[in-house]
Every structure is written in structure tokens, then in C-alpha cells.
Nanobody, 122 residues
Framework: QVQLVESGGGLVQAGGSLRLSCAASGRTFSNYTMAWFRQAPGKEREFVAK????????YYADSVKGRFTISRDNAKNTLYLQMNSLKSEDTAVYYC???????????????WGQGTQVTVSS
């Protein structure tokens, strides 16, 4: 089992920045591909970004590319999402997720955090 706990959400004005953190425990963090997803009210959960086990490869949704940066610190068992130039449409609950093994298409994210709310006011 992997336990994931997100933090860092809050209320921010459009154009502002936030950094989300996801603390992992329970298994070897560096064995897992990690990702961020988000879900806005009335919408389906959507992919935001993912990062390989050592952090050398990252992918982003087009909607956040150039504004968000995913990173990880395997020594601290922590995943991050730096969010800059925030827009009202970024308002959502943000979830971190873990998939065992290398970064690959169709990876199954078996472990999820409880989510942290990000609200961007315009």
C-alpha cells in the first residue's frame, strides 16, 4: 500500500502561483511513476502532469503546459506541482496518484490521495 497526502491548495487570484505537495509513505517512492490529476465541479477528472520514477521525464496536459511544473524529491518521498499564471479554469480539486513501475502509456494509477482544493478567483 502507498499512502498519499496532498497539501498546499488554497485561494489565489488569477495570475498568481501555488505549489502543491504530495507526501508518500508505505512503499519505496522511487518505484512509482507519479502524476497529478484534477477534477472541477461538474466535470470528469482529468490528467494534469506525470513524472518518471527518477524525475527525468515529464508530460503535461496542453492546458497547463508552460505554466505548471511537476517535480519530485525521492529522498523526501514527495511529489510537487508548481503552478504559475493561474487561471480561473484551473479551479479544481487536485489529486496526486501513483502507478507502480516505469512511465508508460496506459499505466494504472492504483493509489490516490484525498485531494486538495485550488480556487482561482478572477
Amino acid at each position: 500500500q502507498v499512502q498519499l497526502v496532498e497539501s498546499g491548495g488554497g485561494l489565489v487570484q488569477a495570475g498568481g502561483s501555488l505549489r502543491l505537495s504530495c507526501a508518500a509513505s508505505g512503499r519505496t517512492f522511487s518505484n512509482y511513476t507519479m502524476a497529478w490529476f484534477r477534477q472541477a465541479p461538474g466535470k470528469e477528472r482529468e490528467f494534469v502532469a506525470k513524472i518518471s520514477r527518477k524525475g527525468g521525464i515529464t508530460y503535461y496536459a496542453d492546458s497547463v503546459k508552460g505554466r505548471f511544473t511537476i517535480s519530485r524529491d525521492n529522498a523526501k518521498n514527495t511529489l510537487y506541482l508548481q503552478m504559475n499564471s493561474l487561471k480561473s479554469e484551473d479551479t479544481a480539486v487536485y489529486y496526486c496518484a501513483a502507478a507502480f513501475g516505469p512511465l508508460r502509456v496506459g499505466a494504472r494509477y492504483d493509489y490516490w490521495g484525498q485531494g486538495t482544493q485550488v480556487t482561482v478567483s478572477s
